[in-house]
């Protein structure tokens, strides 16, 4: 079976920086994946380079066995891949049913406004944003907001969506809220990549974990293996551990 | 419906204009549908896709030259204006596809610039253009009333067009996809958005009357020359009466004109010294007092916002 | 050897244009501002240094001091009492308001001054002075020489003086500049100030240079957009850099096309780099 989402040698270099380097990683349908990596590991811009945004240096990138790797963003988007933003981008001056709508509209085959409202009423229900549907979504607080980045990711009816920390900035109730949620998406049959660096968001939702260190792939495989790898705790929990020793007096 | 029905009145008291026999009225009355154009065609780029343009004198300055030229050629007047729309839209798809990946101030001195560079150009190119001398028209053999009548009948048509080319748009995908290119254009890419495209559409859109309307003018006026049909001010006060009215509304473009119609008429005219320190003044009170426009005031009034629960 | 002629011109050229658009692209990268006042702002300096000299029989070349102090105080009125309160607004909003301000001032200047083209005539010209087969003006050296000094000295104090790196810190990040206690209108005036400063300046050195008029001041606005985009923004390398490329492009472009089409030229150079090189010349995004 080939698989749904998969990635041959991309590199992305900026100037002399390779953000992302040679990294190579198959996705099969309905997989949760993790891809966690300490900051600057080049996570973000791997999705990026994926969606399009900052077009590979090298290697190449297949959706279905069909070549990506010089789709603009939008096209990939309406071939089935949708994507939360780390920062998320709301339309703040469009009320939370509008934003969903918008992706229902553009991506996800509804042809106008009325239509793209109704087709996504449900997901509204399911992301919590019912309440709030008419108000402004510059007035959303942060869990609603990553919420409605879900919701609108979910109206472009993806088969595949990746999370871009999706997680940052939430107290436990609310991540576990949002895990149970990716859960319940999950297995409506869309594969999820889940781009995190809490480490126990990743541990209890992916059946896989690939780690970033230095743009590039150092360790890919069932989570507790990974955890185990030596170089993955190097790179990974070493600094970061090393990190929290210094704050300390 | 209730669009449709504002744009169909607001016909109606305009074409009954004519009615008053008053030549001055009738040219405040093609001045005023000439500023309705100028301004709703700006707002397609500018209002709804949130990009600060200040190509509109280009476009028109680009119109009314094609349509004179091809005039002096013995194209017939009204196919001349047409294709003085269709150069100045084939122009700015051109011109939008160099510079709409620019942002804010970038894009800005970009579309600035573009006109100062065709005026350039028509000035140093006299065998085709006349130059600095500028054009005369050919002359019609129309009684100066009737001339008068068909210059406001076709600039009202042209402003009927273009402000029911908004409503089109505004219900539109169209339309609701540059409200979403306005407030995040990253967002609008991810949502499967063809950004560029959508804006190149609102680019040539906000073209396209104003070219039609360059050529009205040139036929009106008899005579054209690059200040006066690249006039900076041609590019300022659409924005101005945008701004005046609501940004990216539908009816607030036609409200700002005709205000600052009102203003040219009764202040400016008797503080000719002064008039264009008249206009930075309303500029500098407009963008202190009411950034949102006088809809945004008349809105709040009816309905007040709803609290978020 | 018409070449080094023109060399020569297009160096004394560049170093006016450098400082004509030093101020200008200071206040664009710190305050994210497009002055469109800055024109004016300079005819303003030239009438100053003018009316001192005709009047008060001051040479331009001391004028340029109180010329530029009194545009500064302008400058940071203007900035203080209007600009600051939509500093954050979009792009347009800021845009047209000092596309307004413009109009206030430069029909001020025209009712004040007429349309009609003055230009300061010294009674002691400096002569030429010459360089190998090179002939130049030595007033308009001097001019040259006092512009890159004032261009150079503003480097200098954004460098070592605490207004100048508070200035520095709000342009690299004003949120941050803000956090570690820096009152950001404060330095926003400020800054507004000192553009104002070196547009007032400039206009008393090129008073003996150019005939001036409220009219001609969007020519020296316009040459501003040129070298910042030739030369990145928000930095005073940059706007040097600029204004050298602007100054030869000018004097050579002139020889080939006629020196009626060297604005043009310009223009169509503009929109080449803003077409090739969105991110500016020194890789900052155009962003908002």
Request: one cysteine or more.
């Amino acid at each position: 079976m080939t698989p749904l989402l998969s990635l041959t040698g991309v590199t992305r270099r900026f100037g002399g920086l390779k953000a992302v380097d040679n990294v190579s990683l198959s996705i099969g349908q309905g997989e949760i994946l993790g891809l966690i990596g300490p900051n600057g590991a080049g996570k973000s811009t791997l999705i990026n380079v994926v969606t399009g945004v900052h077009p590979a240096t090298a290697g190449q990138v297949r959706f279905r066995g069909q070549d990506i790797t010089r789709h603009k963003s939008y096209q990939i988007a309406r071939l089935g891949l949708a994507r939360t933003f780390q920062i998320v981008q709301p339309f703040p001056r469009m009320t939370v049913a509008e934003n969903v709508a918008a992706g229902a509209v553009f991506a996800g085959g509804a042809e106008n406004l009325v239509q793209g409202r109704a087709a996504t009423r449900d997901l509204l229900r399911l992301t919590k944003l019912d309440r709030v549907a008419e108000a402004p979504a510059a007035t959303l607080t942060l869990a609603q907001r990553k919420r409605l980045e879900l919701a609108k990711g979910l109206a472009m009816r993806p088969s595949v969506l990746l999370l871009d920390e999706v997680n940052a900035g939430l107290n436990p109730t609310e991540i576990d809220e949002a895990l149970a949620l990716i859960r319940h998406i999950a297995e409506t049959g869309i594969t999820i990549v889940v781009v995190e660096h809490l480490m126990k968001v990743v541990m209890s939702i992916s059946q896989r974990l690939a780690v970033l260190h230095q743009g590039q792939l150092i360790a890919e495989g069932k989570p507790d293996v990974v955890m185990d790898n030596r170089a993955v705790v190097e790179a990974y929990l070493g600094p970061r551990y090393a990190a929290s020793m210094e704050k300390q007096p | 419906m209730r669009n449709w029905l504002v744009l169909l009145i607001g016909i109606a008291v305009f074409a009954a204009l004519p009615l008053l026999h008053d030549n001055y009225m009738l040219r405040l009355g093609t001045t005023l549908a000439m500023y309705v154009v100028l301004a709703q065609s700006w707002n397609f780029i500018g209002g709804l896709a949130g990009y600060p343009s200040f190509a509109t004198a280009a476009f028109f300055g680009l119109g009314a030259y094609a349509s004179a030229m091809l005039q002096l050629r013995g194209i017939p007047m009204v196919g001349s204006w047409c294709v003085g729309g269709l150069t100045a839209a084939i122009f700015a798809a051109l011109i939008g596809g160099a510079i709409l990946h620019l942002r804010g101030h970038y894009f800005a001195i970009a579309s600035l610039v573009i006109a100062e560079v065709l005026r350039e150009t028509i000035n140093s190119a006299p065998a085709f253009t006349g130059g600095g001398m500028g054009l005369n028209l050919p002359v019609m053999r129309l009684g100066i009333v009737q001339q008068s009548e068909l210059f406001f009948y076709a600039m009202l048509l042209l402003a009927a067009v273009c402000v029911g080319a908004a409503i089109v748009v505004q219900k539109s995908k169209l339309g609701f996809g540059l409200r979403c290119i306005e407030q995040s254009e990253d967002a609008a890419n991810m949502l499967g958005i063809n950004t560029y495209g959508y804006k190149t559409a609102a680019f040539v859109l906000s073209s396209v009357f104003v070219g039609v309307a360059g050529g009205i003018y040139a036929s009106w006026v008899h005579y054209i020359e690059p200040p006066d049909v690249f006039d900076v001010m041609l590019s300022i006060k659409p924005i101005v009466m945008v701004l005046l009215g609501g940004l990216g509304t539908l009816f607030g473009p036609a409200l700002g004109a005709a205000i600052i119609i009102v203003f040219e008429e009764v202040v400016w005219r008797n503080f000719l010294m002064i008039h264009e320190a008249i206009l930075g003044a309303i500029i500098v009170l407009l963008v202190l007092f009411i950034p949102n426009g006088l809809l945004s005031l008349v809105k709040r009034r009816l309905k007040p916002l709803k609290p978020v629960p | 050897m018409i070449y080094l002629q023109i060399l020569a011109n297009g160096i004394v050229l560049g170093g006016l244009y450098a400082c004509i658009a030093v101020g200008f692209s200071l206040v664009w990268g710190v305050l994210n501002v497009i002055n469109m006042l800055h024109g004016s702002f300079i005819v303003l300096g030239a009438y100053i240094a003018y009316f001192a000299y005709v009047y008060g029989g001051i040479h331009p070349f001391v004028a340029l001091i109180p010329c530029g102090v009194v545009l500064f105080l302008i400058g940071y009125a203007l900035q203080a009492s209007v600009i600051n309160r939509v500093i954050t607004a979009p792009v347009l909003i800021t845009l047209t308001l000092t596309f307004g301000l413009n109009l206030i001032l430069n029909n001020a200047m025209l009712a004040a001054f007429t349309a009609d083209y003055r230009k300061v005539n010294l009674a002691h010209p400096l002569g030429s002075i010459q360089i190998g087969p090179v002939y130049l003006p030595g007033d308009r050296v001097a001019a040259t020489i006092l512009a890159v000094a004032l261009t150079i000295l503003l480097y200098w104090l954004l460098r070592n003086s605490r207004i100048g790196r508070a200035i520095v810190a709000v342009r690299m990040d004003h949120e941050a500049a803000a956090l570690m206690g820096v009152d950001i209108s404060r330095i926003n005036a400020i800054t507004f100030g000192i553009g104002a400063f070196m547009a007032g300046a400039a206009g008393a050195l090129l008073s003996i240079i150019y005939p001036i008029s409220p009219i001609g001041s969007s020519a020296f606005l316009f040459r501003a957009f040129v070298v910042c985009i030739l030369g990145g923004l928000g930095s005073v390398p940059g706007a040097v850099v600029g204004g050298l490329a602007l100054g030869l492009i000018e004097s050579f472009g002139g020889l080939v096309f006629g020196t009626e089409h060297v604005t043009t030229l310009a223009f169509i150079l503009l929109l080449f780099l803003l077409f090739v090189r969105p991110t500016g010349l020194l890789g900052k995004r155009g962003y908002e």
